[in-house]
């Protein structure tokens, strides 16, 4: 094989792999997209519950609480995740 045909075989190759690249990055763009938009159906139902949690009275139970804090938690370490994923 000649200089010229390895070229165009390298080329191609990496054509190929640019090429599978681009679909695999689409599709991952598309897997955090939708990640994140289930994520936010989480936070409107933490902020729902957080305002709950808020507006009662002092005595507001320890557990509601314990799994508000929880659950911001998870939210926060969920939109951290994501954050990590697209940087």
């Known amino acids: 094989m000649g200089l010229q045909e390895e070229l165009k075989t390298l080329s191609d190759k990496i054509k190929q792999y640019r090429d599978e690249a681009r679909v695999q990055l689409h599709l991952a763009r598309q897997e955090v997209k939708d990640e994140f938009d289930e994520l936010e159906e989480e936070w409107d139902r933490f902020r729902t519950r957080f ?32 954050r990590d994923k697209i940087m």
């Open 51 to 82: 305002d709950e949690v808020k507006d009662e009275a002092s005595d507001a139970s320890q557990e509601a609480r314990k799994t508000i804090k929880k659950l911001g938690e998870d939210l926060r370490s969920s939109y951290q995740n994501i």
